[in-house]
């Protein structure tokens, strides 16, 4: 990691500063699980506090096992909107449920394989983008050289730590972030970090 810390501190000066500012490199982790991906379709728009809410009835409703395909088709749609879900997400829950249950999307495969090819997969499924996928590849499978370029929160670190004027483009967040290869995904977590209040800037 030390190595990572370096090379991206040589690489961009700007980069550079918000690392000594922020200080250690500290991501968690989640599992490369079924219940990870549902996870975060319960947590599309909604703040922290009322995703967590649902999704915490949603694992009190399977007794508060692990989030399996089977324990959520075994859920009717109905009882899933007592929870709080919309249908929409109802739909992309248990589509994803359904491919993961066939054998049509493997879990634990998806760690043998290069990141494109995790995203052709998991973008397949109703209801997951890009984004989402490249939070899974980031936080699940921990891949270290994923930019997600199209979230509003590294755009806006963006901006302030190069003094832009404007909010940058995907694209041009692509451009300023190509001399962090290939250590792209500490980049973004360092970029993040430095838009909490205690992130010591």
Known sequence: M???IVYLQEADSVLGGLIAKVGPYRIRYLEPSFE???KSIVYQQLSGKAAATIFGRLR???DGEELTPAAVLRLTPRK???LGLSRQKISYIRDIA???QSGEVEFE???RLPDDEVIRILTSLRGVGVWTVHMFLIFALRRRD???SGDLGIRAAVRKAYGLAQTPTPSEVEEIGARWR???TLASWYLWRSLEPNANL
Do not use: G, I
Request: hydrophobic fraction near 55%; proline fraction near 8%; charge should be positive.
């Open 80 to 82: 899933m909107r007592t």
């Open 146 to 148: 994923v930019l997600p």
């Open 60 to 62: 009190d409703a399977v």
């Open 109 to 111: 495969l998806l760690r």
């Open 36 to 38: 990870t991906l549902a």
């Open 98 to 100: 359904a491919h993961a």
């Open 2 to 4: 030390l190595k990572a």
């Open 182 to 184: 290939p250590y792209r």
